[in-house]
């Protein structure tokens, strides 16, 4: 089945550690996001890439780092620098101005 | 400039009632595409429907409707005899042809009561 998935579910990170948020999709698109969402807040962009290679910062970039290696995979870090990082973390992907399709989300705790 | 308003933070209503949920957008281009997406309490998004600025035809689809109106830059999402199970967040969004990144509404918490 084609689909996006998100690894690990839960996340822990201790204070000053970079965690790495897995994010891959079968579902060939050449675009693909990472959301942050706070506790009854709506979506906000940190990064999204649109070709291999070549990405670009959202809103809240600072504090987070991606990688776009391969068109299936999109990877985000969240970097000690981010000094409040407790949150839900949606990665998605879209052909052009068709509907996105989500993952099933990473919770990340700081412990 | 993009944006997407949802005005209603949270509606409470009693199961079997009709809700409407608003969304009012902005863009200068004239080629467009507005979206819904339900977040069950689970947290995935869950995409409900794509509309294109030029096709201004209602949509129903089983209990669920939707009523764009280009000349009120409108798109709202109707819930006709509503149930638990649509108790759920409800995303509006927006992206156009020249961007085309998804510009979201805050959401609105919709609270179906027994």
């Known amino acids: 089945d084609g689909g996006i998935t998100q690894s690990p579910k839960y996340l822990f990170r201790k204070e000053g550690q970079n965690v790495t948020l897995s994010c891959e999709q079968n579902?060939?698109?050449?675009?693909m996001y990472w959301y942050r969402q706070d506790p009854g807040q709506g979506l906000r962009l940190i990064y999204y890439?649109?070709?291999?290679?070549?990405?670009q910062k959202g809103d809240i970039a600072e504090g987070y780092s991606v990688s776009r290696e391969k068109k299936e995979s999109f990877p985000l870090t969240v970097t000690s620098a981010q000094k409040n990082p407790t949150a839900f973390y949606l990665c998605?992907?879209?052909?052009?101005?068709?509907?996105?399709?989500f993952g099933q989300g990473t919770r990340l705790t700081v412990v | 400039a993009q944006k997407v308003t949802q005005a209603q933070t949270e509606i409470s209503v009693v199961e079997k009632e009709d809700v409407t949920l608003d969304c009012v957008y902005e863009t200068r281009d004239t080629t467009y595409y507005l979206f819904w997406y339900k977040q069950p309490p689970s947290g995935e998004l869950v995409f409900l429907i794509r509309?294109?600025?030029?096709d201004e035809q209602n949509e129903i689809s089983g209990r669920y409707s939707w009523n764009f109106q280009k000349s009120t830059s409108s798109f709202n999402f109707t819930i006709t005899a509503s149930q638990v199970v649509d108790s759920a967040v409800y995303f509006c969004?927006?992206?156009?042809?020249?961007?085309?990144?998804?510009?979201w509404g805050a959401g609105t918490k919709l609270i179906i009561k027994p």
């Open positions: 969004a927006l992206s156009t042809y020249s961007n085309y990144q998804l510009i």
């Open positions: 998605a992907s879209t052909v052009r101005n068709t509907e996105a399709f």
């Open positions: 509309r294109n600025s030029f």
């Open positions: 890439s649109q070709i291999v290679n070549d990405f």
């Open positions: 579902l060939n698109h050449d675009a």
